[in-house]
């Protein structure tokens, strides 16, 4: 996601596009992870393309880290889709385009690598001033920015590249059978080995009953992305 931040922040940087495509990392990874690790793509890529190819870069990193941690606090009260993401955008445009505005009116003057610098000019001119200025451009170019990253992040997150498959043992009943239905309910595909008759109905999971202790019956299945061993063997003299 680090690498999206920069290769985003470069194809706006280079097309002087009114829109901060390095966005779209930032979003991701605080939907995915929570607030505290979506400040973390921002430090870093600000700090790495602030000392390279662009300054500004190291000036808005506050911005973008705000901006993960907001959004991390969102996904956690829920996870915008279709027309939810237009409020949730809102929400965490407001607070990063305020930082933004006054570090690009006080810092910069309006002037910055941004394609916006242009209408920032033209409306200082007017009774709205510099700073307001500043953020009237810059709330509606965020807003926008922010609405296609949340339409990207949910394309990631319900979408293949998100999808995981899952192998677990020992899903007839207990914490096999409830890591499993944890895992289908996030729409990833499981895969489920047990001596007992499968508990499980869901069009994603594939039930196998077997003994895992003779490996020649195991089926081709494939390499998966996440092994929960849970099955196992336990007698009186254990306890």
């Known amino acids: 996601m680090l690498s999206a931040l920069i290769v985003g922040g470069q194809i706006a940087l ?19 992870l929570g607030p505290f690790y979506g400040m973390l793509p921002n430090l870093l890529s600000g700090l790495l393309m602030g000392m ?14 705000l901006l993960g941690f907001v959004t991390g606090l969102v996904y956690r009260k829920f996870q915008p889709k279709k027309w939810q993401i237009f409020p949730a955008a809102l929400v965490i445009t407001l607070p990063s385009t305020i930082i933004s505005s006054c570090i690009t ?23 709205l001033g510099m700073v307001g200025s500043c953020f009237v451009v810059q709330f509606i170019t965020d807003y926008i920015d922010r609405v296609l990253c949340f339409a990207v992040a949910a394309g990631l997150i319900e979408g293949e590249f998100c999808l995981m498959k899952v192998l677990i043992t020992g899903t007839a009943s207990g914490i096999g059978k409830g890591c499993a239905e944890f895992f289908l309910k996030e729409n990833h595909e499981v895969y489920g080995f047990d001596k007992n008759l499968s508990t499980i109905q869901h069009p994603k999971y594939t039930h196998f009953c077997l003994d ?20 196992g063997v336990q007698n009186g003299d254990d306890i």
């Open 52 to 65: 390279t190819v662009d300054i500004y870069s190291l000036y808005y990193a506050p911005v973008g880290i």
């Open 105 to 127: 009116a006080f810092l910069f003057g309006g002037i910055t690598s941004s394609g916006s610098t242009v209408l920032v000019q033209l409306l200082a001119k007017t009774p």
């Open 212 to 231: 895992i202790r003779d490996k020649s019956a195991y089926p081709e299945i494939g390499p998966v992305d996440i092994l929960i061993n849970n099955a």
């Open 14 to 32: 280079f097309l002087k596009l009114p829109i901060y495509l390095d966005s779209i990392g930032t979003v991701f990874v605080a939907a995915v």
